[in-house]
Nanobody, 123 residues
Framework: QVQLVESGGGLVQAGGSLRLSCAASGRTFSAYAMGWFRQAPGKEREFVAAISWSRSTYYADSVKGRFTISRDNAKVTVYLQMNSLKPEDTAVYYC?????????????????WGQGTQVTVSS
């Protein structure tokens, strides 16, 4: 069983930055692919970014160049650095773990999910 706890969300003005953290439990965290997804009001949950065990990274086109995903296996934590935030980035952000080293953009491929953290970007 893997537990994921997100933190770092909040209210920020457009153009600002936030860093989300996702603390994970589990001895095999370093072998897992990790992802961030988000869900805006009235919309389906969508892929944001993912990182493999070897730290290969993948991004949605909408955040490429603005967001950076990283992981610290010693701290059993994955991060999402979000810069140049836009009002359309407003959503609940979810951390997800896949019990395989292969990343995926599909939420159905992830086995564990955090409870989500709210990010609100004001214009």
């Amino acid at each position: 069983q893997v537990q994921l706890v997100e933190s770092g969300g909040g209210l920020v003005q457009a153009g600002g930055s936030l860093r989300l953290s996702c603390a994970a439990s589990g001895r095999t965290f370093s072998a897992y692919a990790m992802g961030w997804f988000r869900q805006a009001p009235g919309k389906e949950r969508e892929f944001v970014a993912a990182i493999s065990w070897s730290r290969s990274t993948y991004y949605a086109d909408s955040v490429k160049g603005r967001f950076t995903i990283s992981r610290d296996n010693a701290k059993v934590t994955v991060y999402l650095q979000m810069n140049s935030l836009k009002p359309e980035d407003t959503a609940v952000y979810y951390c997800a773990a896949r019990t395989t080293s292969v990343v995926s953009r599909l939420e159905g491929d992830y086995d564990y999910w955090g409870q989500g953290t709210q990010v609100t970007v004001s214009s």
